[in-house]
């Protein structure tokens, strides 16, 4: 891969950095709300790097599913939990360990990447870019039993969602 | 190539791309202008009225009027408000309505990129949307603001559904028919669907497509009778009831560009968007007349449901789209399946979307024409309110502190 | 693009986060958000994967496991808030620390 720093590299790494700065503020933010909206930036940052890998299809729905409705949601819970009235506290004790325990698992992850050849094509142009015909073809071919059963989980899984969430006969 | 193809000048890719912003910028702001004026005289003489007379020939200088007014109207900042989320709320309402021009087809060969996945792009972007009415509603730290934000924000989602739904079966149908004389795989893309209206636009097909569109159109833009997150008399105007001036400018040209743009949307996937209804091949000049006069119509449309219709109840609201328009669309799409999967032809296709057009219009007749009490109760759940208040001594009004 | 290793450093960068995030947080709902970054970490190694490799191996399974991972992972949103918002009713907090009670 060494045919230099493309423009596509440079909004990569772009990406990239967006992306983590706005991760980290999703972990360390003292207001939970302040968290949800640097998780919309991180989102997109990952939306964009999709789009690099060239696969469009997957970041429009990763911006309509997680965008819209996971942080509608995630606000909703929000204002049912009172964050703003009783602020609580968002550490643990076990900060430091915790913070210790993630660096030593990133080190070992980048030492395996490092430490990895990866077989990949040898010049970058030599990917292909992957069209939404193809992952249609792959979904509704070798893959269809899984996306049904994921289908029958999701709305089972929504069902027990609004059974959680709904009151019982006592409380209304 | 905005400007090669018409007057056959070569230029190179930057001069073009800042051709098509700049256009956009331009379209979007005489848009508004020329809806504020537009909406202001519709609705004046829909309730007998002039409206705007003084300020121009027949008050057409209104809107520059109005403009001016919040330019130079100050700023204001509640002491309270989160500065952040109140600061940057308006930029994230308005950036993704305006990403949304990209895929928009003026004419055959006008818009800024046919994207492939042209559709998806439009609902993705304009999603995002909602997270800056959150922010505001949030950060203003206004119990009204918040209300209003949290209605805004449901009833984005409910309707959205329905409306994704409506525009897979719309897909279903382009896509069945660009695989005779075209490329299936382009069905996503808003130009290619156009273009394939050249005979039979796709209303005749989708007829219950087009109204379940419609109505989606009007709750996303809180447009009545789906306003409960902006109404003044319930909510004070609802989640920008802090701003003032230029912000609150951003949010009202956020809103009428995105009428602007649903309303195109809607003309494009089942009015035909620039064709000459049933086949007449017309030139470029014409095709852009067209796409206008056919928005424009529905812009009346949309503008003048603010004065026809009462305002729903947040709880009749939510169950329309959920209990009413997402069945509907769901047999709309299985239906389109079966008889496509089975290569039915088109008149079939536009028999079956008519018939359960009608028997959503029966079911909506028969709901509402219910004894007092007897049909509201078919529609609605349980009260939503006392729900929300038998969490341990909280209220919703309270949610957000003050 | 970018050489598949310099992705997958990201997205193990991106992964650790969410891990960190998971660990020291104590508020149900922001643990929530850190196991999402975490399942976008995955994904987007699933997609550099698929990508990457899609002339070698002949097929792109990573992205459809992508695509699986956001339905699961809106399930889980769902089912996870629904249990705050029980939580919170029941206990008043959403502090993943206080809920140490088996039975109320």
Partial sequence: MEDGVTATQVVFWILAVVMLVSAIGVVTAGNIVYAALFFIAALAGVAGIYLILTVEFLAL???????????????????????????????????????????GLLAALIGGIVATTWTTPATSSAIQSV?????????????????????????????????????????I | MVLSEFAGISMPNWIDALLRVIFIVALMTINAFALIYLERKILARLQARVGPTRTGPMGMLQSIADALKLVTKEDVRPITADRWAFELAPYMAFVPVFLVFIPMPFTETWFVRDLNLGLLFVFGVLGLNIVGVVMAAWGSDNKYALLGGVRAAAQAISYEIPMLLIIVAVVMVAASRLAVDGDASMAGSINAIVGDQTTTPYILLQPLGFVIFLVGTLAELHRPPFDMPIAESEVVGGYFVEYSGM???????????????????????????????????????????????????????????????????????????????????????????????????????????????????????????????????????????????????????????? | MPPLDHILIVNAILFAIGVMGVLT????????????????????????????????????????????IIVIAAAEVALALGIVVRTFRNRATANVDEVNLLKW
Wanted: hydrophobic residues 55%; without cysteine; charged residues 10%.
């Fill in chain 3, 25 to 68: 947080r104590r508020n149900a709902v922001l643990i929530l958000l850190s196991v999402e970054l975490m399942l976008n970490a995955v994904s987007l190694n699933m997609v550099a994967f698929a990508v990457y490799g899609q002339v070698e191996f002949g097929n792109i399974t990573g992205i459809v496991f992508a695509f699986f």
């Fill in chain 1, 131 to 171: 069209g939404l015909q193809t992952i249609g073809d792959a979904i509704f071919t070798i893959w269809i039993v899984p996306f049904i059963i994921v289908g029958v989980l999701l709305s089972i899984a929504l069902d027990g969602a609004i059974m959680l969430a709904s009151p019982d006969e006592d409380e």
């Fill in chain 1, 61 to 103: 729905v990763q911006l309509l599913i997680y965008g819209s409705a996971v942080v509608i949601l995630i606000l909703f819970a929000l204002m049912l939990t009172r964050a703003r009235e009783r602020p609580q506290a968002l550490f643990g004790r076990t900060r430091p360990l915790g913070i210790a325990a993630s660096l």
């Fill in chain 2, 247 to 402: 912000r609150w400018g951003i949010f009202f040209l956020a809103e009428y560009t995105a009428l602007f743009l649903l309303v195109l949307l809607a003309s494009s996937l089942f009015l035909g968007g620039w064709n000459w209804p049933f086949g007449a091949d017309v030139g470029l000049g014409l095709q852009i007349v067209l796409t206008m006069v056919k928005t424009s119509v529905m812009i009346v449309l949309v503008i003048g449901s603010r004065a026809l219709f009462p305002r729903l109840r947040i709880d009749q609201l939510m169950a329309f789209s959920w209990k009413i328009l997402l069945p509907f669309a769901i047999v709309q799409v299985l239906a389109n399946g079966i008889i496509l999967a089975y290569g039915g032809p088109d008149w079939v296709v536009g028999l079956v979307s008519f018939a359960l057009l009608a028997a959503l219009g029966g079911l909506v007749y028969y709901l509402t024409s219910q004894k007092k009490g007897a049909g509201a109760r078919t529609v609605q759940t349980r009260p939503a309110t006392p729900r929300v208040i038998t969490a341990p001594e909280v209220t919703p009004v309270e949610a957000g502190g003050d």
